[in-house]
């Protein structure tokens, strides 16, 4: 009843069926200075029989009181007693249809705030639910993976020694690859709605960059975590041109990039394809952080890195070159320390740059492109030319 009583929006409902009861009676009451008949006072029982089953509880009361009032005192006609018995019936009849009508209120308001609280607790209930089915999820694919070898992959996952992201992805790629059976997939890079590959099995048939629009799957796969063909069949219009399936690295707020799977060996297999990129798709972001961190610890406060560790990726870099033919750069060039910031900010974040020496306000630099052919540290040396006038190239 509290609960009740204390609602604002009901005393405000209240206070108005209080004002409307009383401006309906004075409304009959010049109604019956008006007209004269003998029998015009009886249009009082009128608003009772209506009022008392539609108001809140304090209207009625009021509305019983009203018609009392107009009945016994205001009104000049003089009762027998079988007139003042009928009329104290109906005041009792409307005083206990009142009370049996705010007690069906009273229920209902009730009613409606445990359906409230039911719709909270369901609410809570389904959460409860999807939390438990994210967990058996898990479960499930901890028993794939124990079933499929997984874990065995997941050790040979951790041993890859990757020094950037490009190594890195490509390693992922192979091992991945070769183990669920993929025979053309790709890493694509991510950044503002455009798409850039770094790593590839097979040649890819987006090519090297595509815009996400260009694909529905990979659009999806942005958006959601993953998206295999067979979940946007009936929207395609052009099937060669869509993936088998794409899984985004990285979460919604900041996306890595896309592996895309373009052709499997057993695509009756895809489902499980799909969980597997998913999962190790978190292990990829969780390593590459552990990769970037590392890198950190050689990197110089002027933003170059120390000889050493350039020495090492270039090693790792020739190593890969002649597995897997991949290309790397290294260009050399000198110019003045002031210019060192924005020689830095022209190259690719995954370039290294370390200083060879410091003579005459000059700073002698060696730069290294991981993944970058001739064509590409053309483009460098151009961007390299805009950027400092007085830049001298030279062999390394």
Same mark, same amino acid.
């Given at each position: 009843?509290?609960e009740y ?5 009901k ?13 309906i ?14 029998y015009?006072?009886q249009?009082?029982i ?22 009392s ?16 018995f009928l009329q104290?019936c @109906? ?6 249809? %009142?009370? &049996?009508?705010?007690?069906?209120? +009273?229920?209902m308001?009730? $009613? =409606? !705030? ?46 890859i ?29 991510y950044?503002?709605?455009f ?5 590839? @099995? ?5 090519g090297? %960059?595509? &815009?996400?629009?260009?694909?529905? +799957?990979?659009?999806?796969? $942005? =958006? !959601? ?5 067979l ?15 794409a899984?985004?690295?990285g979460?919604?707020?900041?996306i ?5 799977v ?13 969980k597997?990129?998913?999962a ?15 890198a950190?610890?050689h ?29 790397f ?12 910031d ?27 492109l991981?993944?970058?052919d001739?064509?590409g ?10 950027v ?8 390394c």
């Open positions: 009843m509290k009583l204390g609602d604002p929006e005393r405000k409902a209240n206070i108005y069926s209080l004002i409307e009861v009383l401006i009676y004075l409304l009959v009451y010049f109604i019956t200075l008006f007209v004269k008949h003998q015009i006072e249009l009082y009128v608003p009772l029989i209506i009022l008392i089953t539609r108001y809140q509880f304090f209207a009625q009361i009021l509305n019983v009181f009203m018609y009032l107009f009945v016994f005192f205001i009104s000049k006609r003089i009762y027998h007693f079988e007139e003042m104290f @109906i005041i009792f009849s409307a005083l206990v249809s %009142s009370l &049996s009508y705010w007690s069906h209120v +009273v229920k308001y009730f $009613l =409606e !705030e445990s359906l409230k609280r039911s719709k909270v607790n369901l609410e809570s209930f389904r959460k409860y639910i999807e939390y438990l089915e994210d967990v058996v999820d898990k479960l499930k694919t901890k028993l794939i993976y124990e079933n499929e070898g997984i874990s065995a992959l997941m050790l040979e996952l951790s041993k020694p990757a020094e950037n992201l490009k190594e890195f992805a490509y390693n992922f790629l192979e091992k991945v690859s070769a183990f669920l059976e993929i025979k053309k997939s790709s890493f694509y890079l950044r503002n709605g798409l850039r590959i770094i790593a590839s @099995i097979g040649n890819p048939s987006f090297f %960059s595509i &815009s996400e629009d260009q694909s529905l +799957v990979v659009k999806k796969a $942005l =958006e !959601e975590g993953s998206c295999s063909i979940e946007v069949f009936n929207q395609f219009s052009q099937l060669e041109k869509e993936p088998i399936l899984v985004r690295i979460d919604e707020k900041e890595l990039g896309v592996v895309i373009e052709e499997l060996e057993d695509p009756v297999q895809l489902s499980n394809i799909e597997n990129l998913k190790l798709s978190v292990w990829f972001i969780a390593k590459l952080e552990r990769i970037e961190k590392d950190e610890k990197r110089l406060p002027d933003g170059t890195y120390t000889v050493d560790f350039y020495n090492k990726i270039k090693r790792r870099l020739m190593d890969f070159f002649a597995k897997y033919s991949l290309p750069s290294e260009i050399c060039i000198s110019i003045y320390d002031h210019e060192l924005k020689v830095l900010k022209a190259i690719r974040s995954e370039d290294l740059a370390t200083k060879i020496k410091i003579y005459n306000n000059r700073i002698f630099l060696k730069i290294l991981p993944f970058c001739e064509v540290q053309i483009s460098v040396l151009e961007r390299l030319k805009h400092s006038r007085t830049i001298e190239f030279s062999n």
